[in-house]
């Protein structure tokens, strides 16, 4: 258990495994789009709201916004009861609208592809701007959420405390030719099988390969 964890075979595992599990939200969205600024609205959506919420209030809002100039036309109270009931729908509103308002007036409505600028807008984190990144532009970026973080850590493969930690070590550590799928591959592993509290251990397809790091119960 001392050893150091095969990383590269447990993501090639869950690649060829990851076709039974459903397919991140915003990682759908992006397929079919191909539109950063979609990407961006999205991940917004859907901090804290459920895959089926977000889906429905992406696909309301993008009848009304499908570039930022089309904020102009419509009013915050709109979006607002566009992509009702996903969590805290009027503070995003509010941000959905000063983002365009904001890519419209410095950016000539065009979402940046740089993380550093992507986090000056208002509502954005590091996970939305690494998502816009590796989803919108096929850039390489670490995205990490509280999948990747619990994983990461339960794999043994680091050791950090929360998911801004965990970005910075998998940064440094884990190949860049998989920081794009990292992301897609364990949010879909994470939601279907690796689950935070007693986890399908034994259907798991990198069981062995696992150090199962603070795993008291599985299934």
Known sequence: MGEEININLIIERLKKESKKWNMPVV??????SKDPFKVLLSTIISLRTKDE???EASKRLFKLLT???DICNI????????IYPCGFYKRKAIQISEICYKLIEKFNSIVPDDIDTLLTFNG??????????SEGY?????????????ISNRFGYIKTKNPNDSEFKLRKKLPKKYWNDYNTLLVGFGQSICRPVSPYCSSCPVFKYCKRVGVEKYR
């Not at 990682?27 to 079919?32: D, E």
């Not at 096929?138 to 619990?150: E, F, G």
């Open 27 to 32: 990682t759908l969205i992006a397929l079919q």
């Open 53 to 55: 919420v977000t889906i």
């Open 67 to 69: 570039k930022p100039n």
């Open 75 to 82: 009013t915050t109270l709109e979006v607002e009861n566009a």
């Open 124 to 133: 954005v984190g590091r996970k939305t701007a690494n998502l816009v990144l």
């Open 138 to 150: 096929d850039i390489p970026a670490m995205c990490v959420d509280v999948h990747v973080h619990r």
